[in-house]
């Protein structure tokens, strides 16, 4: 112990180990790869963008985006904004974007709720409907989503009668081949009370809801949410709408000669590529729920009846919180995969975003470049906040774990 | 803890048992079964691995549905009839071997769940006698946790206390301790033998024999779906009458 070497051992070892040279530290080395990576992509990124404005010059084909401020000169068959052939292509642009968002959105809300409802009906203890579900799911996810656009707009559709001899509902409601036709409502300025008032009601139903869960919890004692805030949501508005003096009138269509005048018509190829969309994605859905709820392991059933909770209790308290951990990030894909599908809507002529920009002003203006780039963004964009928005909701349910 | 001898309006009887019969399929996996617990008894049911112990205790609060015979616990007749079963399940706690806690709870709010939702007791009064009980298994501390984040030993005595939240007259044990590692092994059956002396129905499915003799009034040896033999601790251990019990004996205790 004396020896002085000895005696110095045991301190260098308990001090930190040395540190490793630069090229020996793994998170030195994979930073420095990754900013090599991020270097040579911009090089190439920047040759090609550079190659082919050149390439685009020389030939004598126009650069940039100012078409985008040029009149388009062509008709779209439904426009949730005001348009007409003198618009922009930059309108046309927001034209097919929202008519894209219109058949994701709608398409996202049935595919789901077909779904869940499909994904439970399979685990019924009930052996019809588990068949039927089945059925169901092993037949539509097998079928390419193409072939189903094509066969209701082709197949099905198609069947329904002209529009003079349109199947109605009360003289109101008009269903045949070139649509369905409702009437469209014709608002005057006092209706914006009403809308107050839903929202209103909305924010009341919400409150009636916290209260509700606070008392529950307080004092134990139960109060009938559901049908609470359905009148209040319904009952609300009404009173509103009619105190203010009915400030709504309906155009009713009316048939004149061989087409309806008035009204609002819902064009064939929105119904039918929701309906498809939304039917296919079901399938899948259904097979995602189906195996989240059945991977909650089966104790956890028995615990919760163990303890005297009602079968619909465990469901909703213990099985779908833990399902919900395995289903969301498989439902996200689907509702990706959902909005790029709406892509498929050109083969039936939809004028989702992809036919009437990609398609018929690329074709008008011969700018490839700059409208493929500007649509493949678009996607990417919308499947990015799909994605954050399901990741922020997955977090909330994730499970804490030593 | 409730004492089961104060309450003389409910029968003497807590479970009862008559010629229970059960069957998955082809296998007859209950045979005749008779047996009556008395209010307060300790009973410590073993035997060997698919002798159909857990299927018995599992009858009593209809986790499985017996076939034939009768079941009556705490007065009330086990039949189709959803108001008996949900009756007779407030009333029985179950603790099984592998804890089976909700992982998506905190520890507090695994206690608290069946309290607010089937006895619809308010949060705050569920709250308090959740920590009373977590108290009482010694992790009040980790009430806040997840299951995720504590150990074997003790997951499972927050189980005990997530069950006697709901104040229950009866507890079943199905092996609490078989899926432990050793060393937490004690803690488990420290918190069982307390519960034991505080007066409280146990039908414990256990190899533990330090356990059975410590609290057991008495022990049953099943074999086969039936019950082989039922005796106070010391004679069975010590003077086994049928060849199985003395069988599965010197094979549990090693020799
Ligand atoms: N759901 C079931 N379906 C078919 N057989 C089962 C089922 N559950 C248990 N069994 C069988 O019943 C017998 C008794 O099981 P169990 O009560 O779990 O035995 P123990 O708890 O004594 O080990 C075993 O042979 C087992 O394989
Ligand atoms: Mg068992």
């Keep these: ?402 | 803890m409730e004492n089961a001898n104060a309450t003389n309006a409910k029968p003497e009887i807590a479970v009862s048992l008559r010629d229970v019969n059960k069957w998955y399929g082809e296998f007859h996996v209950l045979k005749n079964v008779n047996l009556d617990v008395e209010r307060g008894q300790r009973i410590v049911i073993c035997g060997p691995s698919g002798s159909g112990k857990s299927t018995m205790i599992r009858c009593i609060n209809r986790l499985e549905e017996h076939q034939a015979g009768q079941i009556i616990v705490d007065g009330i007749e086990l039949n189709n009839d959803l108001k008996n079963i949900d009756q007779i399940r407030r009333e029985v706690g179950m603790v099984f071997q592998h804890f089976n806690l909700f992982p998506h709870l905190t520890v507090l709010e695994n206690c608290c769940l069946a309290p607010m939702w089937v006895r619809k007791i308010p949060r705050k009064q569920a709250e308090a006698t959740a920590m009373e009980y977590l108290e009482r298994v010694k992790i009040p501390h980790q009430a806040k946790k997840y299951p995720g984040q504590l150990s074997g030993g003790q997951q499972q005595r927050v189980a005990i206390a997530r069950s006697l939240c709901m104040k229950p007259r009866i507890m079943l044990f199905d092996e609490p301790t078989s899926a432990l590692d050793p060393e937490m092994i004690k803690e488990v059956l420290d918190t069982m033998i307390e519960l034991a002396e505080s007066g409280m129905t146990m039908l414990c499915v256990t190899h533990e024999m330090g356990f059975a003799k410590t609290v057991a009034d008495s022990v049953i040896f099943m074999d086969a779906g039936q019950i082989i033999e039922m005796n106070t601790p010391d004679e069975f251990f010590n003077h086994p009458q049928h060849e199985r019990s003395k069988l599965f004996l010197s094979q549990i205790l090693g020799h």
């Design chain 1, 1 to 402: 112990m004396t020896d002085p070497n000895l005696s110095a051992t045991p301190q260098t070892l308990s001090t930190v180990p040395s540190k490793p040279s630069f090229w020996n530290d793994p998170q030195k080395r994979a930073l420095v790869f990754q900013v090599l990576l991020v270097i040579g992509i911009g090089i190439l990124l920047w040759f090609i963008f550079s190659n082919t404005l050149h390439n685009l010059e020389k030939r004598g084909i126009r650069t940039g985006f100012d078409f985008l401020s040029r009149p388009a000169g062509f008709g779209i068959s439904q426009t949730l904004i005001p348009y007409t052939e003198a618009s922009t292509f930059g309108r046309t642009f927001f034209v097919g974007l929202l008519n894209t968002l219109l058949v994701a959105g709608l398409g996202i809300i049935f595919a789901t709720i077909l779904g869940f409802a499909v994904g439970i009906a399979r685990l019924s203890t009930n052996w019809l409907i588990s068949r039927i579900a089945l059925v169901f799911i092993e037949t539509i996810r097998n079928i390419p989503p193409l072939l189903q656009i094509l066969f209701w707009y082709r197949a099905i559709l198609p069947l329904l009668p002209g529009p003079k001899d349109s199947m109605s509902l009360a003289e109101l409601f008009y269903l045949h081949k070139r649509g369905l036709t409702i009437p469209a409502p014709l608002t005057e300025p006092a209706f914006v009370w009403t809308l107050w008032a839903v929202l209103g009601a909305l924010v009341l139903a919400f409150l009636i809801a916290r209260w509700a869960k606070y008392r529950r919890e307080s004092t134990g004692q139960q109060f009938p949410v559901f049908w609470t805030v359905l009148v209040v949501i319904i009952g609300l508005p009404t009173l509103v709408f009619f105190l203010t003096g009915s400030p709504l009138n309906w155009d009713i269509p009316a048939l004149r000669g061989f087409n309806f005048q008035g009204g609002l018509t819902v064009i064939p190829e929105l119904t039918a590529l929701l309906l498809a969309l939304s039917i296919y994605t079901a399938a899948f859905i259904a097979e995602i729920v189906r195996s989240g709820i059945q991977s909650v392991y089966k104790g956890q059933t028995e615990a919760a009846s163990a303890l005297g909770l009602r079968p619909n209790r465990t469901l909703q308290l213990v099985v779908i919180p833990q399902a919900m951990r395995v289903i969301i990030p498989q439902l996200t894909s689907q509702y990706l995969n959902l909005t790029k599908n709406t892509s498929l809507g050109v083969a039936i002529g939809y004028p989702d975003l992809v036919n009437v920009f990609a398609g018929t002003t690329l074709n008008q203006t011969g700018q490839a470049v700059e409208i493929i780039f500007m649509t493949m963004l678009v996607y990417l964009v919308i499947s990015l906040v799909i994605s954050m928005f399901m990741n922020w909701y997955n977090k909330r349910m994730a499970l804490v774990e030593r």
